[in-house]
């Protein structure tokens, strides 16, 4: 599975959006970007994947650019409880005859301050 | 709660003794993995089960830990005398059949090694 580069933190203001960028220039054709989010002292939790094309969901938005070699996940209104370490994930995508482990990589601390 | 469930939540044991954890997955997910998180990393994957059959292990599953799924239903993971490195948060995860790359996280069991 193609490897992911993520800042190691960033910070947002409550109410605004969040963007959390994920550069994954290895990528290859049959590999899905995957996002999960870890609030503390919790396990982590799927948030959206996509392919090449942008995705949305009830938590996020998954933007892929053309090339698939970065992408962005946007949190529209950022809220408190939204502070938490992001994962972005490459893996092939499901199937009866996949595994379907994930390889966390560190992620971004994102913290939504008042 | 029909969420994937953990127990104990929290263990403190001395070193060289045995520890055991036990992992119950989302009804019908025959999808069942370990991970291992130490402090400001991401979860590292330790290994997966599909049904009973235990498919892949990683090698920071040393012999002195071992896992189980008899029946296909829950897990159990032990580690024989511990030591002060096995403290962690271990984390099971679940996921149905048909993978689509989501994985089910329970809460945790955080071992601490004295």
């Known amino acids: 599975d193609a490897k992911t580069t993520q800042p190691t933190s960033m910070d947002c203001a409550e109410g605004r959006a969040a963007n959390l960028p994920c550069n994954h220039s290895?990528?290859?054709?049959?590999?899905?970007v995957y996002w999960y989010r870890q609030i503390h002292s919790q396990g982590p939790q799927y948030i959206i994947h996509?392919?090449?094309n942008n995705e949305t969901n009830e938590m996020a938005s998954l933007i892929i650019t053309e090339d698939r070699k970065s992408s962005t996940l946007i949190l529209p209104h950022a809220t408190l409880r939204d502070t938490a370490v992001y994962y972005c994930?490459?893996?092939?995508?499901?199937?009866?005859?996949?595994?379907?482990?994930?390889?966390f990589g560190q992620g971004t601390t994102l913290q939504v301050k008042p | 709660d029909t969420g994937v469930s953990q127990n104990p939540r929290h263990k403190i044991t001395k070193r060289g003794q045995n520890v055991t954890f036990r992992c119950d997955p989302i009804?019908?997910?025959?999808?069942l993995y370990w991970y291992r998180q130490t402090l400001g990393q991401g979860p590292e994957f330790l290994t997966y089960?599909?049904?009973?059959?235990?498919?892949?292990k990683s090698r920071l599953l040393s012999d002195r830990f071992s896992a189980e799924r008899p029946k296909g239903s829950f897990s159990t993971l032990e580690i024989q005398r511990t030591e002060q490195g096995d403290s962690a948060m271990y984390l099971c995860?679940?996921?149905?059949?048909?993978?689509?790359?989501?994985?089910?996280f329970g809460e945790g069991s955080r071992l601490t090694v004295l």
């Open positions: 996509g392919l090449k």
């Open positions: 994930i490459v893996r092939h995508g499901g199937g009866s005859s996949n595994t379907g482990k994930l390889i």
């Open positions: 009804s019908e997910h025959n999808r």
């Open positions: 290895t990528i290859s054709g049959n590999e899905y």
């Open positions: 995860a679940s996921s149905p059949r048909v993978n689509t790359g989501e994985l089910f």
């Open positions: 089960f599909q049904n009973e059959a235990q498919l892949e």
